[in-house]
């Protein structure tokens, strides 16, 4: 694997019964980098997340992260696979909080699972991310119900950042925000990315965020990678869906907000 690429797929095949989602689909994630992964409904841009991470079985194909093979021939996970997990951090499009914990108790999950701390420096340790995603000092004594929707992906991202991961994946974070929660969680993410070194992989539709975050995208067509690029590669990329999605009259209302970065 060149040496500048942390994540590696290769030939990868999802199949669901007689469906096929991807085919043959290769694609590289430079470190240091925000790609975005679009696509159409179906084209399968959050199963292309889970197998990466581990929560989608491919038919077939290669994956490897950070250096280590997570999917291979053999069945089963890879050796050495439970290891490089550690060294990333997942957050899903509803944040994926348990209800019954506090915030705190929440980004203290993974703390608690993987590494020995005694309770009070872990939850120094949470408070601590709880405060990086911007929430108040307040906020990891509160359950998600008590949570608005933008405090709610807020604290799924500082548990996503619990365990100091090299790699952040975001499956659709700003689904369901306001334009203005939208755009705060992009210029946090923004920030965080800088301050931190992350290499992050974004599954999105928002074309704002496309804007604000990401250094290239990655296509998804045709059940494999149809082209990756900046935005202004994609726009020249000659296919009636990626011309629409990225000239087209939404393209054009999202523009603003990339001279603004």
């Known amino acids: 694997m060149?040496?500048?690429?942390?994540?590696?797929?290769?030939?990868?095949?999802?199949?669901?019964g007689k469906t096929v989602i991807h085919q043959g689909l290769d694609l590289d994630v430079r470190r240091g980098e925000v790609l975005g992964i679009v696509g159409a409904s179906g084209s399968g841009k959050s199963v292309l997340l889970r197998s990466i991470v581990g929560l989608q079985t491919p038919t077939a194909g290669r994956i490897t992260v950070l250096g280590t093979v997570v999917l291979g021939d053999r069945k089963g996970p890879a050796p050495g696979t439970a290891a490089v997990r550690d060294r990333w951090g997942v957050m899903f499009q509803d944040g994926a909080l348990f209800s019954s914990l506090t915030v705190r108790e929440n980004v203290e999950a993974p703390m608690r699972e993987k590494l020995t701390l005694d309770a009070a420096t872990r939850a120094a340790l949470a408070d601590l991310r709880i405060a990086m995603v911007g929430l108040p000092v307040h906020a990891g004594d509160?359950?998600?119900?008590?949570?608005?929707?933008?405090?709610?992906?807020?604290?799924?991202?500082?548990?996503?950042?619990?365990?100091?991961?090299?790699?952040?994946?975001?499956?659709?974070?700003t689904a369901g925000l306001?334009?203005?929660?939208?755009?705060?969680?992009?210029?946090?993410l923004v920030s965080l990315q800088r301050a931190l070194g992350l290499t992050v992989f974004l599954v999105t539709h928002d074309l704002d965020t496309l804007h604000a975050t990401c250094d290239r995208i990655a296509v998804l067509s045709g059940k494999e990678v149809l082209a990756?690029?900046?935005?202004a590669e994609l726009a020249r990329v000659d296919d009636p869906w990626v011309r629409s999605y990225f000239t087209g009259p939404r393209a054009h209302a999202a523009e603003p907000a990339a001279a603004v970065g």
């Open 178 to 188: 306001d334009p203005i929660s939208a755009t705060e969680f992009d210029t946090l």
């Open 228 to 231: 990756v690029g900046t935005m």
């Open 2 to 16: 060149d040496a500048e690429h942390v994540i590696s797929v290769r030939n990868l095949t999802n199949r669901f």
């Open 142 to 173: 509160l359950y998600p119900s008590e949570l608005s929707g933008g405090m709610r992906k807020r604290a799924g991202l500082a548990r996503a950042l619990a365990m100091e991961p090299e790699i952040l994946f975001l499956d659709e974070p």
